[in-house]
C-alpha cells in the first residue's frame, strides 16, 4: 500500500497524463484527499461503504493538486496497469487489478 495526501479545491483527484485529465471525486469536497493505491491483498482497506468511482487503464500520474496543470513537477505518483477507484469522505482507493 502506497498513501499520499492531495489538496482539493474542486472536490476530487486530478489524474491523467499527457494526453487526458480526469477528476475523480472524493465524496466531501475541499481539503486534504487521501489517495491510496491498493494491491488486491490489501483490498479489505477499502470500506464497505466506499462508492466505486470509475475504472482506469493505462500509466496514470496522481497529481498533488485538483486544479493543477498536468506537469512533471505536479505528479505525485504514476501507476500502472488496470485499477478499479472508490471514494469514500476525503478518501480515493485506487485498487491494482492485475496483482
Known amino acids: ?5 492531495s489538496i482539493s ?6 489524474a491523467g ?8 471525486q472524493n465524496g466531501c469536497g ?19 461503504k466506499a462508492r466505486f468511482n470509475t475504472k482506469i487503464e493505462g500509466t496514470i500520474n496522481i497529481y498533488s493538486y485538483d486544479c493543477t496543470a498536468r506537469t512533471k513537477e505536479n505528479i505525485l505518483t ?4 488496470r485499477y478499479f ?12 487489478l492485475d496483482t
Open 1 to 5: 500500500m502506497e498513501k499520499f495526501t
Open 9 to 14: 479545491d474542486c472536490g476530487g483527484v486530478l
Open 17 to 24: 497524463n499527457k494526453n487526458f485529465g480526469v477528476l475523480l
Open 30 to 48: 475541499d481539503g486534504d484527499t487521501y489517495v491510496l493505491i491498493l494491491q488486491q491483498k490489501d483490498r479489505y482497506l477499502i470500506p464497505s
Open 78 to 81: 504514476t501507476i500502472r496497469g
Open 85 to 96: 477507484v472508490y471514494y469514500l469522505g476525503n478518501y480515493i482507493y485506487f485498487l491494482n
